[in-house]
């Protein structure tokens, strides 16, 4: 019999990446979504067309990350095989204004199904994946960072998804849970919400060409990321819950890139070549041609305390379960700015 996946956050870019692996290598996939009075699935109808038409094992389930009661009933009603927990309040500025709600979704929320799969009987059954995230490491103690690197946390959101890292390796280790954190560096693809740099940058560079804008604006040029594709990070994720034995993993391309590089490299995409002037937040990239202020700086994007380099070393991942990135960060950006050409085109 096939297994059994279960996919908080299906909704997002990774939920929906995985879905789509998990699906194709034959398992039965339950989504579990929030209720709203308007639906946000554009990202996964096409998996509920085919669903709909008998094609793939696909079906949502209704649940909240803060409802204790709603998670114990979606685990007693599929017992999953494999649940994979990416639902969270994920964009790290953010969590600065909402700290509260980002503590009890990425904090609690991980807590509440640990605690499911014990309390209903299905720790020798069920394997819980955590998407822990690289910004755990914050101000970093050392360059790259492995799984032995110290954390470091830098906001809200960094706290909360350490709290659960911690978590997962307690109920590990109390309770014989196969659970297990993937420490994963950033990760991006067209399906990366509009909020991002990545995708933001992307999608103005499309619509400046197209000229339905006149410039972006962004934070903190100078900070360097390690990005990667989601599509080979969703593959990385199944191969930690199917690996020997529970443990943590960091996925990383072990490249870096400054968000000034990713906005010069998605404007000459777009057929400009930027030049960079002033300093600080007076700083604008203007094209060398035209002359045109083309990006500025909003003190609004810089965070209270920033983060100013993550650069991560997948060494344990690609020894232990063969997983390496096969995309590069210009093969990223191309196809992420081609996706937003195309679409305002």
């Known amino acids: 019999m096939s297994k059994t996946a279960l996919i908080t956050g299906v909704t997002g870019q990774d939920g929906t990446y995985l879905s789509r692996y998990l699906l194709r290598l034959g398992y039965r996939v339950c989504g579990v979504v929030r209720r709203a009075s308007l639906p946000n699935t554009a990202r996964i109808d096409p998996l509920l067309a085919d669903a709909r038409e008998g094609k793939i094992p696909f079906a949502l389930m209704s649940g909240d990350m803060t409802d204790s009661g709603g998670l114990h009933r979606i685990l007693e009603e599929t017992e999953p095989d494999e649940i994979y927990n990416l639902a969270a309040q994920s964009h790290v500025r953010v969590s600065f204004d909402t700290p509260e709600y980002t503590a009890d979704v990425d904090g609690l929320g991980p807590l509440r199904?640990?605690?499911?799969?014990?309390?209903?009987?299905?720790?020798?059954?069920?394997?819980?994946?955590?998407?822990?995230?690289?910004?755990?490491?914050?101000?970093?103690?050392?360059?790259?960072?492995?799984?032995?690197?110290?954390?470091?946390?830098?906001?809200?959101?960094?706290?909360?998804?350490?709290?659960?890292?911690?978590?997962?390796?307690?109920?590990?280790?109390?309770?014989?849970?196969?659970?297990?954190?993937?420490?994963?560096?950033?990760?991006?693809?067209?399906?990366?919400?509009?909020?991002?740099?990545?995708?933001?940058?992307?999608?103005?560079?499309?619509?400046?060409?197209?000229?339905?804008?006149?410039?972006?604006?962004?934070?903190?040029?100078?900070?360097?990321r390690d990005w990667g594709h989601a599509a080979d990070y969703v593959e990385g994720m199944h191969l930690i819950l199917n690996a020997e034995k529970a443990d943590d993993f960091v996925l990383a391309t072990g490249e870096t890139h400054s968000v000034r590089e990713l906005v010069e490299t998605a404007f000459h995409?777009?057929?400009?070549?930027?030049?960079?002037?002033?300093?600080?937040?007076?700083?604008?990239?203007?094209?060398?041609?035209?002359?045109?202020?083309?990006?500025?700086?909003?003190?609004?994007?810089?965070?209270?305390?920033?983060?100013?380099?993550?650069?991560?070393?997948?060494?344990?991942?690609?020894?232990?379960?063969?997983?390496?990135?096969?995309?590069t960060f210009r093969d990223i950006i191309e196809e992420m700015f081609q996706f937003d050409f195309d679409a305002l085109s």
């Open 113 to 224: 199904i640990l605690d499911a799969i014990r309390t209903l009987g299905l720790a020798e059954k069920t394997r819980f994946y955590q998407a822990s995230t690289s910004e755990l490491f914050g101000k970093v103690r050392q360059n790259p960072q492995t799984e032995t690197t110290p954390f470091y946390p830098r906001s809200p959101y960094a706290s909360a998804k350490l709290f659960a890292y911690w978590t997962v390796i307690n109920y590990r280790e109390a309770y014989g849970i196969f659970a297990s954190n993937g420490i994963l560096f950033n990760h991006e693809s067209p399906l990366r919400g509009e909020s991002f740099v990545t995708r933001k940058v992307t999608r103005a560079a499309a619509a400046i060409k197209l000229g339905l804008a006149e410039k972006v604006s962004v934070g903190n040029l100078d900070a360097c």
């Open 269 to 327: 995409l777009a057929g400009f070549d930027l030049i960079w002037k002033g300093s600080g937040i007076d700083e604008i990239g203007l094209d060398r041609k035209s002359g045109r202020i083309l990006v500025e700086i909003d003190p609004k994007f810089f965070r209270p305390t920033e983060v100013e380099l993550l650069c991560g070393d997948a060494t344990k991942a690609r020894k232990i379960l063969g997983w390496r990135p096969k995309r």
